[in-house]
């Protein structure tokens, strides 16, 4: 069945660290590609998206690319901040039962240190 | 902006008792969801509704009962709550099927 795989956390880094977090799903088709993100005590936010093969996904200094090839969304960072400290899930919207719906990965947790 | 509005934030319930957990947004969306964030197992959806009248079940419904007779609301209930419903629960909605959700800010839920 569809299913999304991201990297495990937790993840620590000091600031201005590069960050990658992988992402690889299974899905039929070419679903849209989702990152959201959780700060703490708080709801999931959108990060950004990513609609078909190719596309990139940015905010914030977040990029992610649709890799059709190798069904993969990873996120990245060049510069990574102490208010970055988060959650981060991949999803892919996938078509189930007639509607669509988001699977969420298990979602990595980031640490950034002064 | 409401936005996603969720009550109660926190609840501790005993082992039988039962409670709703009440979600209600503010944008006409028409799509509304619950899930539940377990350490390690991310978000599992657990009822959705594409619309008023409109319910379906997601990954994990066992234990849940929801109803849509507003497309502003959307409660969820524990008819009788088990251990294994201890959870942090989430509503979220979104407009037609563009994928962006738009989440509460949670409800911690213990049962004893």
């Known amino acids: 069945g569809d299913s999304v795989t991201q990297m495990e956390g937790p993840v620590t880094l000091s600031e201005e660290a590069f960050l990658t977090i992988n992402c690889t799903y299974t899905a039929t088709g070419y679903p849209s590609l989702f990152w959201y993100v959780q700060y703490p005590g708080e709801g999931l936010q959108l990060l950004l998206k990513a609609t078909k093969a190719d596309d990139k996904g940015s905010n914030k200094g977040f990029e992610a690319t649709y890799r059709k090839e190798t069904t993969s969304f990873h996120l990245e960072k060049g510069s990574v901040q102490v208010s970055d400290s988060a959650v981060y899930f991949c999803?892919?919207?996938?078509?189930?039962?007639?509607?669509?719906?988001?699977?969420f990965g298990k979602g990595t947790k980031l640490t950034v240190n002064p | 902006n409401a936005g996603v509005t969720q009550t109660p934030k926190f609840q501790v319930l005993k082992t039988g008792q039962s409670m709703t957990l009440q979600c209600a947004q503010d944008m006409n969306h028409e799509y509304m969801s619950w899930y539940r964030q377990d350490p390690g197992m991310g978000l599992r959806l657990i009822h959705y509704?594409?619309?008023?009248?409109?319910?379906d079940q997601g990954e994990v419904p066992n234990g849940y009962n929801v109803s849509r007779s507003t497309t502003e609301d959307f409660p969820l209930r524990l008819l009788s709550a088990a251990p294994s419903q201890t959870s942090v629960y989430f509503c979220a909605s979104r407009r037609g099927s563009t994928g962006e959700l738009f989440f509460g800010e949670g409800s911690r839920l213990t049962v004893l």
């Open positions: 999803a892919p919207l996938i078509t189930q039962g007639g509607s669509e719906k988001l699977v």
């Open positions: 509704s594409v619309g008023a009248g409109i319910t």
